[in-house]
């Protein structure tokens, strides 16, 4: 005999699809910097998510050796409307047209009339980042929301880097075919260290909108320092071999070349420790940033990065060995990389150690740098050893941690769900704080928000 169980072990078809059903809808921009992205995110009833679309082209900077806002921007203007006009084949296929006939948008598919549900609203960054470039997205997402009758959110970018794992989370969710309600992972509070091409933080996320800037860079974002140092060290013909201006990926492969990414690496006893070199060709000694004296360096910087000594420092070092051979070039290359981690590392055990900080349990790590494998160990050892074995370490995969529009249409969907809309009104912001204590009064201090009870 069947055991009768079966029937309510596993969700029939009927319920996976109800509680996958869509919630909300939204198409998203994101032309904060070089990248021109553009996302479709449908949110289900459960909590998960599922991403119809996203893709991104990245600005050919090569020329430049870094970001240059007049080519991003034309960048932007070249590619946008053209990752819209796909976005739009892959909205979900509304099968009745008849009524509903506002839901609907017919697009010219390539077998005749195509119907495609219309999203619920507009995503877009609106800021940080350089004004050309944000303007190119905003002013799209303007006109579309205009078009469609729909509301416009214009969200933080960097906001939208601390809520990436949210979104991860949503979409595995779905991977998954779970039917149960899906729990927002993870939940509040927890960290995140940013650390891309133009940001350093370490950020403490206890709500939505509620992001305290535990430590900032007070010179450059680690990215940056980490691109340069590659453009010191990296022998011509790796340079060369770059498809785009992400250095910082290049250093890496080529650092541990030698060694198929095993890292051999203990954490040291105090940060505070010169890095030294005695290969011949390339003696030298890098001092670790704020290394005064005592067993952690100075406290009283735990509430700041400094990138700009190491790489003044590898630099000369450059300068003064311009013949380095591959073999000293990738020692100094895992040093600087060594030295750089580990001074993040400093800064979230500071933070931990702080008694306002309490019921951490998670450390996101987001930005273009969290793809290094490296970073991923430093934090680990580091975490491990000062007694922090249980802190999850959440890496969200390397799409979702660049630059990206599926994080925007993310925010976008846990702001729209938490009341917010933006007027049409709103300029993009340039520098646009996500801590509620800073000038500006973060996210929500912008002008342009308007409560879903004003109407859309
Ligand atoms: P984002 O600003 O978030 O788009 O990230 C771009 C930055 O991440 C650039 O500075 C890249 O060089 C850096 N990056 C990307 N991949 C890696 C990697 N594997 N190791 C170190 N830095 C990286
Ligand atoms: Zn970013």
Redesign the pocket.
């Known amino acids: 005999m069947r055991p009768l169980c079966r029937f309510i072990r596993r969700p029939n078809h009927c319920t996976l699809r109800h509680v996958q059903r869509r919630l909300l809808l939204t198409l998203a921009i994101e032309t904060s910097c070089d990248d021109t992205s553009v996302a479709v995110l449908e949110k289900h009833k459960n909590n998960s998510a599922a991403l119809h679309f996203h893709s991104k082209i990245t600005s050919d900077n090569r020329i430049y050796g870094g970001v240059h806002p007049i080519a991003s921007h034309e960048s932007h203007q070249q590619n946008l409307a053209t990752l819209v006009e796909q976005a739009l084949h892959s909205l979900p296929i509304k099968k009745r047209t008849s009524e509903h006939i506002t839901e609907v948008l017919c697009l010219n598919g390539k077998d005749g009339m195509e119907f495609r549900e219309k999203p619920d609203f507009i995503t877009v960054t609106r800021g940080p980042g350089m004004r050309s470039s944000l303007n190119t997205g905003l002013d799209t997402a303007k006109g579309l929301a205009v078009a469609w009758q729909i509301p416009l959110l214009g969200v933080n970018h960097m906001q939208a880097h601390a809520l990436t794992p949210r979104l991860v989370s949503a979409l595995d969710a779905a991977d998954a075919g779970e039917y149960k309600a899906a729990a927002n992972d993870p939940a509040f509070p927890f960290l995140t260290l940013l650390v891309?091409?133009?940001h350093t933080m370490l950020v403490h996320s206890r709500s939505l909108c509620d992001h305290e800037i535990l430590a900032n860079t007070t010179d450059m974002a680690v990215?940056?320092m980490?691109?340069k140092t590659a453009r010191e060290v990296l022998p011509q013909e790796h340079l060369n071999s770059a498809s785009d201006v992400?250095?910082?990926?290049l250093?890496?492969s080529f650092a541990f070349a030698d060694q198929q990414l095993s890292h051999d690496y203990h954490p040291p006893s105090s940060f505070t420790r010169p890095r030294i070199s005695q290969l011949s060709g390339s003696d030298w000694t890098i001092n670790p940033p704020y290394c005064a004296p005592g067993p952690e360096g100075s406290i009283t910087f735990a509430d700041a990065f400094t990138f700009s000594g190491i790489g003044s420092s590898v630099k000369g070092i450059m300068d003064r060995h311009p013949e380095m051979d591959e073999i000293g070039r990738r020692v100094l290359a895992r040093e600087t990389m060594a030295l750089a981690f580990e001074h993040l590392a400093s800064r979230a055990l500071f933070a931990l150690q702080r008694p306002d900080i309490q019921d951490i349990r998670t450390l996101v790590v987001s930005?273009?740098?969290a793809?290094?494998q490296f970073l991923k160990t430093i934090l680990r050892e580091n975490l491990d050893v000062k007694g922090y074995k249980n802190m999850k370490l959440v890496f969200p995969p390397p799409k979702f941690?660049?630059?990206n529009a599926a994080m925007i249409a993310w925010t976008g969907i846990e702001m729209f769900e938490a009341g917010w809309r933006t007027s049409l009104d709103a300029m993009a912001i340039k520098k646009w704080s996500i801590d509620q204590k800073a000038a500006d009064g973060g996210i929500l201090g912008a002008d342009g928000w308007k409560s879903a009870a004003v109407g859309h």
Do not use: H, P, Q
């Open positions: 891309s091409g133009g990215g940056d980490i691109d992400m250095y910082g990926k250093l890496e930005g273009g740098v793809s290094n941690c660049t630059d």
